[in-house]
């Protein structure tokens, strides 16, 4: 199922992007292109060993902190930068179920 999410820079809030993600319940973590990690300017922050579909084992860069917003609910998280589409896993998810944007 996708949805339109906002993305923002939570150092610098003027970097930001609206776009549709997909709900990934098989992924635990918010996974975005590097087309996104430029145009909101994130720093990598360090390499993450992930595991692919496929069983392989691969090296990403992990980014942040990024604010995600979805109708009202509101988290701040990192990234892992990888795939084609954005992808919100399932700490992502909870951060979200949890928390209400101010009005």
Do not use: W
């Not at 292109?33 to 360090?46: D, I, K, Q, Y």
């Not at 392989?56 to 979805?70: A, D, H, Q, T």
Request: aromatic fraction near 2%.
């Amino acid at each position: 199922m996708n949805n339109k999410i906002l993305l923002r820079n939570a150092c610098a809030p003027h970097l930001s992007i609206e776009l549709e993600a997909v709900k990934d319940p098989n992924e635990m973590h918010l996974c975005i292109p590097e087309a996104v990690r430029v145009r909101l300017g994130l720093e990598v922050t360090s390499q993450r060993e992930v595991r692919g579909r496929d069983g392989s084992l691969k090296s990403v860069s992990y980014v942040g902190p990024i604010e995600l917003r979805l109708t009202n609910h509101v988290c701040f998280i990192g990234a892992l930068v990888t795939g084609e589409e954005v992808l919100i896993g399932s700490i992502p998810m909870q951060g979200l179920i949890t928390t209400l944007a101010p009005n």
